[in-house]
């Protein structure tokens, strides 16, 4: 087994898992388009297209917070971790499948909540859209690690935002301003850190 | 141990008395600020020691990380704590000097002031994160792997911030050395030693504060 076919294998588990279950992309979905609404009501008449965009952030950002609590939970509640940290894969490789299912349920959400910003509000740009996707993988990233610490505690479902909105406080201003290349920054160097920090997190749960 | 912490406590008093001397008495008046620009001496000290915490409260983690010692582990909760504390000091100090010069309690044009809140929240949830986890070695790994990200976390925040400001904040330092007089800069210098040892004082205190509980509750778990 290589490196590549335990994070794929590691992967379509949890996706697969999310196909039977349905739990949290309908929710994820759900959510979003409630906080658009509200926030359409939150935001008065004629408002300007970089309010409205500082307003997608936010709920982009809440709506990866809900898949991120609820990423773990199934190892949690099963008794998974032991399982998982004993078979023969690299720590990492648990982080970097279960990463790139949360990446993937972000992204069938967006794909549902940028048309719906783009007809709510004023329309998108291509320079917003790809904001977006380089986000993402910061979201995801940093996210998946931080749900991993977050599960162990006893307020699981508390710990988390608290511990993953302050790192998101930079990539909202990268996504609001445009900075596409700080966000590539970002996504570099928290990338790397989470990669190589994961084993430590999971190795004496 | 025994000689070091009155040692450091004495060192400590004695430079405090010297700072707040020399920053009433001997450095000059601003042209621009009078009085109120004094609290300098105070506000970017606490901030560089707050650094100097946090730093100190990494280096330890990754301490951890490579030996897996407990002590490194305590030493790396007791540093950031102590970060804490300066870095709340900064944001009230920060709070009160904007108040006077800007006429406003809070100004986000401020990029320090912002940092500060922006880590402030991150190593609150440190906490947060740190009592709501067994204490062993997975609390332990989880602390350190937390306090790296915050001190990764300081400079890419600060990146941000600047990225997303919106007024001139005065710049002191610069490429060309610090725009002060010399007795300005010198009494700079005794305010952040003094700061400086202040920390050290007082992380020695709660370490062998923090230590003592260690042992006395290995202590009781023997007799039970």
């Excluded at chain 2, 009078?34 to 000290?45: C, N, T």
């Excluded at chain 2, 952040?192 to 509750?217: H, N, P, Q, V, W």
Aim: aromatic share 14%; glycine share 6%; charged share 15%.
């Amino acid at each position: 087994m290589t490196y590549a076919s335990d994070v794929a294998a590691l992967a379509r588990k949890d996706l697969l898992l999310e196909l039977r279950a349905k739990e949290t992309l309908p929710s994820m979905l759900l959510f979003v388009i409630a906080a658009l609404t509200i926030f359409h009501f939150a935001l008065p008449n004629g408002t300007s297209d970089v309010a409205a965009r500082g307003l997608l952030w936010a709920a982009l950002i809440f709506t990866a917070l809900l898949g991120l609590t609820r990423a773990f939970v199934a190892e949690r509640e099963q008794s998974m971790f032991d399982a998982l940290i004993l078979t023969p894969v690299d720590r990492s490789a648990i982080w970097l499948g279960k990463a790139i299912a949360v990446l993937a349920f972000l992204v069938a959400a967006e794909i549902v909540a940028l048309p719906a910003f783009a007809m709510f509000f004023h329309g998108l740009n291509g320079r917003t859209v790809a904001a977006v996707a380089l986000a993402d993988l910061g979201i995801c990233t940093v996210g998946t690690l931080f749900g991993a610490m977050a599960v162990a505690g006893r307020a699981r479902e508390l710990l988390l935002p608290l511990l993953f909105l302050p790192m998101a406080i930079p990539i909202v201003v990268g996504g609001v301003g445009g900075y596409l290349w700080f966000l590539v920054l970002y996504d570099a160097i928290f990338a790397l850190l989470s990669w190589a920090a994961f084993e430590y997190v999971v190795s004496e749960v | 141990m025994h000689l070091k912490l009155p040692a450091l406590a004495a060192a400590c008093t004695g430079l405090f008395g010297l700072a707040v001397v020399f920053a009433f008495f001997y450095a000059p008046a601003d042209a621009d600020q009078g009085l109120s620009q004094r609290i300098f001496y105070f506000h970017v000290p606490l901030a560089l020691t707050s650094y100097a915490c946090f730093g100190w409260g990494a280096w330890k983690a990754l301490k951890y990380l490579r030996g897996r010692d407990e002590r490194a582990d305590l030493e790396s909760y007791v540093a950031i704590h102590q970060g804490v504390i300066f870095g709340a000091l900064t944001l009230l100090t920060g709070s009160i000097w904007a108040r006077i010069s800007w006429g406003v309690w809070w100004s986000w044009g401020e990029d320090e002031l912002v940092l500060f809140l922006v880590l402030f929240l991150f190593y609150c949830a440190y906490f947060m994160l740190r009592f709501s986890v067994d204490p062993g070695p997975a609390r332990a790994n989880m602390s350190a792997v937390y306090a790296l990200f915050g001190v990764v976390l300081i400079p890419v925040s600060f990146l941000a911030i600047r990225l997303s400001k919106q007024f001139i904040h005065p710049v002191v330092f610069k490429l060309q050395g610090p725009q002060m007089t010399g007795a300005q800069f010198f009494t700079f210098c005794v305010c952040l030693a003094a700061m400086l040892t202040l920390f050290a004082t007082m992380y020695a205190i709660e370490l062998a504060g923090k230590r003592l509980d260690c042992s006395l509750r290995e202590l009781k778990e023997l007799l039970s």
